[in-house]
């Protein structure tokens, strides 16, 4: 049964197949472009948000402030870069209220103008009072804002920012001591992100500074800030970022140490120490930003509050601050997941909350990769094998399913094992199977309607064909056997016919003939199956069911022989010869089907009980009657009348087969009709009883009332001839016919 299937829905399992195997492809060679990066990217916003929507409220374990260099701050403080005194009277206010480390989202490139150093220079340029130039001259170093700040950074642990160009010429300041300590001593393999040049703060700040992390971005190909780097490198020496820097000044770390694997024969980056703190990361050293939230998920404190102690200054025991801003003329504002115009030194504490939290991070586990390509081999073959056999509905209704329930697995994944899958080559393929095959199933619907209609259209009735379109699993064209009732109908004489008009004349009779023959058939729901000639083939019960298809025939049969009563009327007017029709119907067991050559077709029936149709419409004439049934036909209509006609054993049948005559059934109930046929049924009986004397008393006085009846006749003859013969014991009244 399973093969039966797979080899009816070959071309569409196959078309899933290679399917499958495409989007496999384009996971294994196009993860990393930027289409792909796109819809994950897309795909992880959407589920972040999600999650963010359904939980609100992650409370961090370390307490993280921003103080913000607002539009509020730089209205009353003036514009940004403020003097570095307030800058660290800002640093030793926090470093008062208890703040465990400080981080400037600023780098400090060049030294601030002292004025009292400028105006000893022009003091010097006239010398003459040595005394005023002492007095001045004591006062530079305590006007000197570089020296005011670098003495505050030793206040508490604070971190300057620096910043890598790839611009080899672009040197700016001398980069720190490396705090990037390696577990293996081959780093020449290790992929990062590699940067030639460099600028960073002043000597004398970068000097005094506890800690210093590059404060660069790495935003992905559509410019959103999904992932940030902890390691970049420059010329052979690794640094550590912002975040990544505050975190080990946290932990009380002397060093970050980076935890490396054997990756495809070389080293590759698995994570990160601080201390006793794990992160894992990619094998370029970033990590996913596990946002809070939106702008301002974590307390903000307006700068110019700091300066003016209109704050709490309890909020900072213990905390982490970070000072950067969200003023949007400074134009520190990042497109992330959570918001478009997203300060960026909340992106920082973002990162520094993952860090010192690692079990917020989500993952991209090793496995992640030989997972998802499982994935897609069960997708794909489970759809390219179970949707060819649905309807659209059915199909579109699976697939919703199929990627509801990838959603569902996607979020669990997110949100109870903190893993990011990447999906979107799991939904395409769920996607793209259930569009295809709704696709395939709408062409092959439609190519099934076409061919319904050009093999049935002109044979079968319009209901039959909106029934078949509607339901077409009902409609097997392969070929059966069944019971079914077959008509032949043949125009006698024909050939005389034909001789007495011509072509045009005769192509016009059969026209005006066939078109409500063929009318009638339909409205009896028969199928015709030919014209040969003045000859017409139907037959009942296929191939739609139909219970009635004895009586339908029987009754089409009637109507038939008052069409061609009604159309002799009108040839007679115009001078046109008479016809006659004789017709067979036979029920019996018929193969039916869409039978014959690679280049000629038709769907027709084939059986003894077909040819037997066409003997009984032979026999029509011989026993001068219109219409001829088997037994069969008979016993499925117990409401009719029957006139028995002759048990006959036709050219080509050794069985004797009875056949009658049916009686149109406003006829029947006409006591006449009745009493005839009670003494027809005693001659008869006679007859097989072989009373020669009784019988042939008995048809005389039937044809004495019904001289038309051409059956009387041939029963005398016969038994003129078989009184004088010696029968078998078991003769049955049967008659062979010799000829067709």
Known sequence: MFLAYLNKHRRSILIGFTVTILIMMVEYFGSESSIMQRINGLIYDVRLNVQLQLTPTRKSDTTIIVIDIDEKSLEKEGRWPWSRVKVAKMIEKLADAGAVVVTLDAIFTEPERNPVAETIELMKQNPTNKRLLETVGAYQEQADADTLMAKSLQSTDVVLGMLFVDDPNTRVGKLPTSVITFDTEDRTTIASLPYSGHVNNVPILQENSPGTGYINSTPETDGFLRRTSLIAQHEGQFY??????????????????????????????????????NIPTDVYGRILVPYKGPARSYPYISATDLLHDNIDVELFDSAVVLIGTSAVGNADLRATPVGVQYPGVEVHANVVDALLNPKIIPSEPDWMISGIFALLMLIGINLSVALPRLGPLSIALNGVAIVSLLVVLDYYAWSVQKTSLPMATTLMLAFTLTILNIAVGYFTESGRRKQIKGIFDQYVPPAHIDAMLEHPELLDTSGIRKEMTVLFSDIRSFTSISEKLTANELATLLSRYFSPITKSIFEHNGTIDKYVGDMVMAFWNAPLNDENHVANAIKCSFDMLDITEMLTKEFE?????????????????MNVGDMGSEYRRAYTVLGDAVNLGSRLESLTKFYGVDLLVNETCVAHCPEMTFRPMDKVRVKGKDTAVSIFEPIRPEVATNQQVIDELEQYHEAYQGYLDQNWPVATEKFNALIRKNPDRKIYSIYLERIDILKHESLEADWDGSFTHTSK
């Open 240 to 277: 550590p970022s912002l975040a990544l820097e505050t975190a080990r000044l946290f932990a009380l770390a002397d060093e970050v140490q980076v935890i490396t694997a054997d990756l495809d024969g070389s080293r590759g980056m698995t994570g990160v120490k601080i201390g006793r703190k």
């Open 573 to 589: 007017k115009e001078g046109w010869p008479e016809i006659k029709v004789g017709i067979g119907l036979n029920t019996g067991e």
